[in-house]
């Protein structure tokens, strides 16, 4: 019986091909790239062997090459502020499902709030030749990113406008959430209602400071300097702050802590106090709605802003001619626990 010598196996740290996947199953590369590509022309028999030869070798077909050919990658970039947050988990989901959708793979990455660092992620992924972009911004000058969306790289922002362009850009109703909130105070009979809010040159920071301005002035109520505080998120500025405004001769007697993390250190400070005071926070956290009392919130539907934003990214990917758009989605108040705000005299 002659002996049938084997092709020999591909080395060990190179790929297999398409080539290597015909020699094994002895039949031509057109065959082999019918049988990956899913098309008619090949009998039972052999497709059974290309296909007994791509699992021996362990063969994966190109897409990379294959979308390149039609001009484009099917990756999208997103950058966020930072993956740990958990208002960013369900964005980062809902932009992934649609980009899945759309046989796309999703790339992401954290600034940390740091506009060198974002500008070297979205110049990174451009390099990578990724066909659209999903920022929501550090920094406050995108102009590093006009030649990118001139070459065909659609970008749309997220939570914050683009700083210095004419940009897509998808937002929540920071002013208007904030405002309802402090109302909300406001109808439970409070007057001195403090703000402890993120870094004054954030779009979502100043956005709900002067949502809580201007319920305030609504209400023909003053806004002592003291009740305001912009800055650090940290845990130890954030109850540094609040220990204060819950201090003095006239403290305030309820607080609108302006993100989830800041609502968070409050609560723990609150926790140690004896003295009932009332607690409004922008953003829902976890838990929230199991703490006696339930903290109310200002909600805002993150996956959303991560939905919207994609579809809007993927219209200009499919060649949509639309001018950039601002679009803002409304937040929801979430009134939680009969105890949240107590009677107050003044």
Same mark, same amino acid.
């Given at each position: 019986?002659?002996?049938?010598?084997?092709?020999?196996?591909?080395?060990?740290?190179?790929?297999?091909?398409?080539?290597?996947?015909? %020699?094994?199953?002895?039949?031509?590369?057109?065959?082999?790239?019918?049988?990956?590509?899913?098309?008619?022309?090949?009998? *039972?028999?052999?497709?059974?062997?290309?296909? #007994?030869?791509?699992?021996?070798?362990?063969?994966?077909? =190109?897409?990379?090459?294959?979308?390149?050919?039609?001009?484009?990658?099917?990756?999208?970039?997103?950058?966020?502020?930072?993956?740990? #947050?958990?208002?960013?988990?369900?964005?980062?989901?809902?932009?992934?499902?649609?980009?899945?959708?759309?046989?796309?793979?999703?790339?992401?990455?954290?600034?940390?709030?740091?506009?060198?660092?974002?500008?070297?992620?979205?110049?990174?992924?451009?390099?990578? +030749?990724?066909?659209?972009?999903?920022?929501?911004?550090?920094?406050? #000058?995108?102009?590093?990113?006009?030649?990118?969306?001139?070459?065909?790289?659609?970008?749309?922002?997220?939570?914050? *406008?683009?700083?210095?362009?004419?940009?897509?850009?998808?937002?929540?109703? =920071?002013?208007?959430?904030?405002?309802?909130?402090?109302?909300?105070?406001?109808?439970?009979?409070?007057?001195?209602?403090?703000?402890?809010?993120?870094?004054?040159?954030?779009?979502?920071?100043?956005?709900?400071?002067?949502?809580?301005?201007?319920?305030?002035?609504?209400?023909?109520?003053?806004?002592? *300097?003291?009740?305001?505080?912009?800055?650090?998120?940290?845990?130890?500025?954030?109850? %540094?702050?609040?220990?204060?405004?819950?201090?003095?001769?006239?403290?305030?007697?309820?607080?609108?802590?302006? =993100? =989830?993390?800041?609502?968070?250190?409050?609560?723990?400070?609150?926790?140690?106090?004896?003295?009932?005071?009332?607690?409004?926070?922008?953003?829902?956290?976890?838990?929230?709605?199991?703490?006696?009392?339930?903290?109310?919130?200002?909600?805002?539907?993150?996956?959303?802003?991560?939905?919207?934003?994609?579809? +809007?990214?993927?219209?200009?990917? %499919?060649?949509?001619?639309?001018?950039?758009?601002?679009?803002?989605? *409304?937040? +929801?108040?979430?009134?939680?626990?009969?105890?949240?705000?107590?009677?107050?005299?003044?």
């Amino acid at each position: 019986m002659p002996h049938t010598r084997r092709p020999p196996e591909p080395r060990y740290g190179n790929r297999p091909t398409m080539k290597d996947v015909a %020699a094994r199953a002895g039949v031509g590369l057109k065959t082999v790239s019918r049988v990956v590509n899913g098309e008619p022309g090949v009998t *039972p028999d052999t497709e059974k062997r290309v296909q #007994d030869a791509i699992d021996a070798l362990g063969f994966r077909r =190109n897409d990379s090459a294959r979308v390149l050919r039609k001009g484009r990658t099917a990756t999208v970039g997103l950058i966020l502020e930072d993956l740990a #947050d958990p208002f960013y988990g369900p964005l980062n989901r809902a932009v992934e499902e649609v980009a899945r959708t759309h046989g796309a793979l999703l790339i992401n990455g954290s600034s940390a709030e740091d506009p060198d660092r974002e500008r070297e992620l979205a110049l990174a992924l451009c390099a990578r +030749r990724v066909d659209g972009l999903i920022v929501i911004p550090a920094g406050d #000058d995108h102009r590093y990113l006009e030649p990118e969306i001139r070459a065909g790289v659609a970008t749309v922002f997220v939570d914050r *406008p683009a700083g210095r362009i004419d940009a897509d850009v998808v937002l929540s109703d =920071n002013f208007g959430g904030a405002a309802d909130g402090v109302a909300h105070l406001i109808a439970g009979g409070h007057r001195r209602i403090g703000f402890i809010g993120d870094h004054p040159h954030i779009h979502t920071a100043t956005e709900r400071l002067r949502g809580y301005r201007a319920a305030m002035e609504s209400a023909g109520l003053p806004v002592h *300097p003291s009740w305001v505080s912009l800055g650090s998120t940290a845990p130890d500025r954030v109850a %540094a702050t609040a220990r204060a405004m819950l201090s003095g001769p006239e403290p305030v007697t309820a607080v609108f802590a302006g =993100n =989830n993390r800041v609502t968070v250190t409050v609560v723990r400070v609150l926790a140690a106090r004896p003295r009932s005071v009332a607690l409004v926070g922008f953003d829902d956290f976890e838990l929230a709605d199991l703490l006696r009392p339930g903290v109310t919130v200002v909600a805002q539907d993150a996956a959303a802003l991560g939905r919207v934003a994609t579809d +809007r990214l993927f219209q200009r990917l %499919a060649g949509a001619g639309l001018p950039p758009a601002r679009i803002e989605l *409304p937040t +929801r108040l979430v009134p939680r626990g009969s105890g949240e705000i107590p009677p107050v005299g003044g």
